[in-house]
């Protein structure tokens, strides 16, 4: 009786070797190591943009506060603090009639709250020029120096 299809005469096996295995394996965790890296990098980055948006939204806040009082925008430039000199225990809202020491004193706990006790800001006007720059300690990416300042500054004429 003739056979066809194997010279040898052996039954082919099915399947894969464990070398085989092995690498499968391998090269699946470099993989998944590398998933898990990006992840970590997208979190510092989500967070460092978060924390740029609120220093956006800050100081447009401020800025929309001075535009709506322009006749005294002057006074906001005592809205300048610096770092740890306001604290987030300090903080209060107040209601009714407020002043525009009051407001001053509540946006710099906002920027507090929102960037931490390590933030600060200044608030020029000259001339119905306004610059307001908001710094605070925010560099994730950077493993050697994470606590390098991070400044945002918005410049308008009102």
Known sequence: ??????????????GFSMIEVLIT?????FGLLGFALLQTM????VQSSNYRTQATNLSYDLLDQMRANRYQSAWYSGA?????????????????????AQNI?????QV?????????ATVTNNNGRVTVGIAWADQRWDKDN????????????L
């Open 80 to 100: 300048s603090f610096t770092a740890g000199s306001v604290t987030r225990a300090a903080c209060s809202r107040d209601i009714g009639n407020v002043t525009i």
């Open 112 to 120: 507090v709250q929102a960037l931490g006790e390590g933030a600060s």
């Open 105 to 109: 004193a509540r946006w710099q706990c």
């Open 146 to 157: 994470p606590d390098t300042r991070t400044t945002f500054t918005a410049v308008t004429q």
């Open 25 to 29: 394996i391998i090269v699946l965790a």
């Open 42 to 45: 997208n979190v510092r980055f």
């Open 1 to 14: 009786m003739k056979r066809f299809g194997n010279p040898s005469g052996r039954k082919n096996a099915g």
